[in-house]
C-alpha cells in the first residue's frame, strides 16, 4: 500500500515537499514514479527513479525544479518541488513497479501499485 502526502496551496515561487510512504512492501525493491493530473486532463509522467537508484527521469517541465530522493530506512521517497507555477496545479500521485528504464518508468501501465495522490494548487 503506498500513501501519497504533503500537498497543498502554495503561492507561484514557492516550494512542497511531497512524500510516498509505503506499507507492506520494501520500497528500495521497487522503481518509484511519480505522476500528476490536472483538471480537465489526462495523467502525465512527472518523475521515476529505478529501483537501485543510480538514476532518475524527469518530464522535461520539471527538470531543474523538482528532485527526488529516497529514504530507505523510513521506506518513503520524496519529491522536492521548488519555483513551482500555476501549471504544475495538479493532484499528484506517486506508483511502484518492478520495470526498468527510462521508457518504461514514463508509463503508467509499468505500475501496478498506487497511492491515492494528493493536491497542489500553485496560486496567489
Known amino acids: 500500500q503506498l500513501q501519497a502526502y504533503g500537498g497543498g496551496l502554495v503561492p507561484p515561487g514557492g516550494s512542497l515537499r511531497l512524500s510516498c510512504a509505503a506499507s507492506g512492501r520494501t520500497f528500495s525493491n521497487y522503481a518509484v514514479g511519480w505522476f500528476r493530473q490536472a483538471p480537465g486532463k489526462d495523467r502525465e509522467f512527472v518523475s521515476a527513479?529505478?529501483?537501485?537508484?543510480?538514476?532518475?527521469y524527469f518530464e522535461d517541465s520539471v527538470k531543474g525544479r523538482f528532485t527526488v530522493s529516497r529514504d530507505n530506512a523510513a521506506n518513503t521517497v520524496h519529491l522536492q518541488m521548488n519555483n513551482l507555477k500555476p501549471e504544475d496545479t495538479a493532484v499528484y500521485y506517486c506508483?511502484?513497479?518492478?520495470?526498468?528504464?527510462?521508457?518504461?518508468?514514463?508509463?503508467?501501465?509499468?505500475?501496478?501499485?498506487w497511492g491515492q495522490g494528493t493536491l497542489v494548487t500553485v496560486s496567489s
Open positions: 527513479t529505478e529501483r537501485s537508484s543510480t538514476s532518475t
Open positions: 506508483a511502484a513497479g518492478t520495470a526498468s528504464g527510462p521508457t518504461r518508468l514514463r508509463l503508467f501501465r509499468y505500475y501496478p501499485y
